[in-house]
Nanobody, 124 residues
Framework: QVQLVESGGGLVQAGGSLRLSCAAS????????MGWFRQAPGKEREFVAA????????YYADSVKGRFTISKDNAKNTVYLQMNYLKPEDAAVYYC?????????????????WGQGTQVTVFS
């Protein structure tokens, strides 16, 4: 079973940037698609971005398109989320997951091995 550990969250002013990392250990990484989701207090976990196992395809929520970029480094077993032009509504706990299912990249049900999350706080 793969273990995922997110890091890189923090407190940032609106318009600023953060890069989140998700390090995988204990299982296969390079042959699975990976995704980032976020969850704000009182809200359901929502899709942010995903990348196919080959890295050739990426998917983004409309709310982050053009501002966030997902990438991965198979040699380091790590997936990243570069977040630019952050807005207060981006504040949430961000989770990465390994996609096991064959359904929508945007559905949290298709992912497993969630990490503990990393908090992103954006102030205006």
């Amino acid at each position: 079973q793969v273990q995922l550990v997110e890091s890189g969250g923090g407190l940032v002013q609106a318009g600023g940037s953060l890069r989140l990392s998700c390090a995988a250990s204990g299982g296969t990484f390079s042959t699975y698609a990976m995704g980032w989701f976020r969850q704000a207090p009182g809200k359901e976990r929502e899709f942010v971005a995903a990348m196919s196992w080959s890295g050739s395809s990426t998917y983004y929520a409309d709310s982050v398109k053009g501002r966030f970029t997902i990438s991965k480094d198979n040699a380091k077993n790590t997936v990243y989320l570069q977040m630019n032009y952050l807005k207060p509504e981006d504040a949430a706990v961000y989770y990465c997951g390994r996609r096991r299912g064959g359904g929508s990249y945007g559905s949290a049900r298709e992912y497993d091995s969630w990490g503990q999350g990393t908090q992103v706080t954006v102030f205006s």
